[in-house]
């Protein structure tokens, strides 16, 4: 077999955008922004397709109000799309700097439109179901979380299990969140691990937990008619912090993680392994780029929060940007490693051999599992960029494939 050589490892400058999750709105953040005409035609758009005056719920709006999910999911993917676009008025160019992009729970969906596997249309129709089912769920049972600040990390896992909570959210170093009912977070709350300190968050219910499962249901319905691409930036995912390439697993990995726990520790390792130096955090920003202060030592951060930062925040990007190695060919043909680790080859197929649809053609192992790489489409195999037994880094491309019925 005609195997090329590997990548070469990372170096210089490696910028990952990140998108916010629920929690991170205040009343009016998005006054400043509708100065600019090309944000407010564009918000006037969004909130058509999301059938909700996002105008009103980003400027006038209370923070009790703002704090409903069916309000908040809608208006956080919103304003970090729109946002986005007015980092980058040409879209092409962000696809040269971004090294590869993350969102915080909802914010997926914002990282997920961003990257072009889905449109801007189909994250509000998304987010918009997904807000208006994850807030008849935790109707349903009264419902809430809990920030864990501090404390010996085996001890609050430990002590969480024994009051029947879950880890909803692991933010990295010392920062846990944990969700369940009202009556669970109160006998928690009596019985704190040590020297830990609980900070009760302002929201509706217990997401990504089993009491999201109805939820999960309805959005799964809707998101089987949805059409996907290829990512076009590298998208790490909040269920295991790999890097997802095949547009359909963007979408099914979406639908899944509203019952289930978000690893951001998982990501934010799985940057420090893509050799990131600059982290920008899309509107309404500052929480992301808090945890990275503490998580990532080094890294520059850079939390977008008004308009008349935006020339700074071009200057970030442009001092951190460089070209993901997906924009050199069509995405259509690459499949990507999904994590740092080692390759394994298991498809002994030549250059100008074909591969069955979903064929495993390799895993890559490391210290915490063994991940298949599969060829959803199949194809026939235009050239191997790796080695068996290579080290490889997670985004970096495998082998370049000739889809099935494609001319």
């Keep these: 077999m005609m195997l090329r050589h590997a990548r070469p490892g990372h170096s210089g400058w490696v910028l990952v955008i990140v998108a916010p999750g629920q929690g991170a709105q205040t009343p009016g953040f998005l006054s400043p922004w509708l100065e600019l005409e090309t944000f407010a035609d564009r918000l006037a758009w969004l909130s058509a397709v999301a059938d909700m005056d996002l105008r009103h719920y980003g400027t006038e709006a209370d923070a009790e109000t703002i704090r409903d999910t069916a309000v908040?999911?809608?208006?956080?993917?919103?304003?970090?799309?729109?946002?986005?676009?007015?980092?980058?008025p040409h879209p092409a160019d962000a696809f040269g700097k971004v090294g590869a992009v993350a969102g915080h729970s909802v914010g997926e969906l914002t990282a997920a439109a961003g990257a072009r596997a889905i449109t801007a249309e189909q994250a509000m129709v998304l987010v918009r179901e997904r807000g208006k089912a994850m807030a008849e769920a935790a109707a349903a049972t009264p419902t809430s979380m809990t920030a864990v600040l501090g404390g010996d990390r085996e001890e609050v896992l430990a002590r969480l299990a024994e009051h029947g909570l879950t880890a909803a959210n692991d933010n990295g170093p010392g920062q846990i969140v944990a969700a369940g009912t009202v009556e669970q977070l109160a006998a928690f709350a009596d019985d704190a691990p040590a020297k830990a300190r609980l900070m009760p968050l302002s929201v509706a219910g217990a997401f990504h937990t089993e009491h999201m499962s109805l939820a999960v249901d309805r959005l799964a319905a809707l998101a089987r008619s949805v059409s996907t691409h290829d990512p076009r930036t590298p998208l790490i995912s909040n269920r295991d912090g790999q890097v997802v390439h095949d547009g359909r697993d963007v979408v099914r990995r979406i639908v899944g993680q509203v019952?289930?726990?978000?690893?951001?520790?998982?990501?934010?390792?799985?940057?420090?392994?893509?050799?990131?130096?600059?982290?920008?955090?899309?509107?309404p920003a500052g929480t992301l780029t808090g945890i990275a202060k503490r998580a990532l030592k080094g890294v520059e951060t850079f939390a977008l929060k008004t308009p008349d930062q935006l020339d700074d925040a071009r200057e970030f990007c442009d001092k951190h940007g460089t070209a993901s190695a997906l924009d050199t060919a069509p995405t259509w043909r690459m499949l990507v490693s999904p994590a740092k680790g080692t390759f394994r080859l298991t498809a002994d197929v030549p250059e100008g051999g074909t591969i069955a649809p979903d064929t495993s053609v390799g895993a890559v192992a490391n210290l915490r599992e063994e991940t298949p790489v599969r060829a959803p489409y199949g194809g026939t195999v235009v050239e191997w960029l790796v080695h068996d037994g290579d080290l490889v880094s997670p985004g970096q491309p495998l082998v370049r494939l000739h889809p099935e019925g494609v001319a």
């Design 259 to 283: 019952a289930s726990p978000v690893r951001w520790d998982l990501c934010l390792e799985t940057m420090a392994d893509l050799g990131v130096t600059g982290i920008l955090e899309m509107p």
């Design 72 to 88: 908040a999911q809608p208006l956080l993917v919103a304003s970090g799309l729109l946002a986005a676009l007015e980092l980058f």
